[in-house]
């Protein structure tokens, strides 16, 4: 089955700078990378998602980029606010199933 | 719009006592639907998803069980709570496969086993 990895578990970062999270991923068949931000005591929330005919997707202050031949692909959130503060997750889906295999998350703290 | 709905939103159960949460989905028809647990910590662990009403996969072993029985209603369900039972519960819902299937995620049930 699909095998997500997510890295870092935990990022701070200063208000105003950028945070990168990355994800890697086995099945070469994957086509779809959705990110979630969950903040504290609520449900996941779909923030940006690409997929695997684009290379790069960007909405505002947030970019998702993708590398197949690496299997591999990347949140960036520029110019962060405090409220950016969260458990970001990355997740993927491989071919024609339904289900989504989640990465283990990342706690971003922005620090004012 | 489409809309997800879960309750309670909180519970608190003794140990051996049944549970039974429930999911609700408007605004949408024939939707995927999903049921996660989130322990302390982050990861999410897909318990059951439902592709078609009375169709139930299971993806863990447990002592969970769950049941589509309207083409909206997705319900979660044990005869004997345990301790490791506890978690924050997480509906979903989705439409289609493949490059379609954004998932949308109900508000949560954080249920605690004593």
């Known amino acids: 089955g699909e095998n997500v990895e997510q890295h870092p578990s935990t990022l701070s970062v200063q208000e105003g700078d950028s945070a990168v999270i990355k994800c890697t991923y086995s099945d070469s068949a994957s086509n779809y990378f959705p990110w979630y931000k969950q903040e504290l005591g609520k449900g996941p929330q779909l923030i940006i998602d690409?997929?695997?005919?684009?290379g790069e997707k960007k909405d505002q202050r947030i970019a998702v980029t993708l590398n197949k031949t690496a299997k591999h692909f990347s949140l960036h959130i520029t110019e962060t606010q405090p409220e950016d503060s969260a458990v970001y997750f990355c997740?993927?889906?491989?071919?024609?199933?339904?289900?989504?295999?989640f990465g283990s998350g990342t706690q971003l703290t922005v620090l004012p | 719009s489409q809309t997800i709905h879960q309750w309670p939103a909180t519970l608190v159960q003794p140990v051996g006592s049944p549970l039974s949460l429930e999911c609700t989905v408007e605004?949408?028809?024939?939707?995927?639907l999903y049921w996660y647990r989130q322990a302390a910590g982050r990861g999410l662990q897909l318990l059951f998803y439902s592709v078609g009403i009375g169709q139930i996969s299971s993806e863990v072993p447990q002592n969970l069980s769950a049941s589509r029985p309207q083409d909206r209603q997705f319900i979660l369900s044990s005869k004997k709570l345990l301790l490791s039972d506890s978690g924050f519960y997480l509906c979903a819902w989705s439409v289609g496969t493949g490059l379609k299937n954004e998932q949308f995620f109900g508000p949560g049930t954080r249920l605690t086993v004593l």
């Open positions: 997740a993927v889906l491989s071919g024609s199933a339904r289900q989504l295999t």
């Open positions: 605004g949408t028809s024939n939707p995927n």
């Open positions: 690409i997929r695997s005919n684009v």
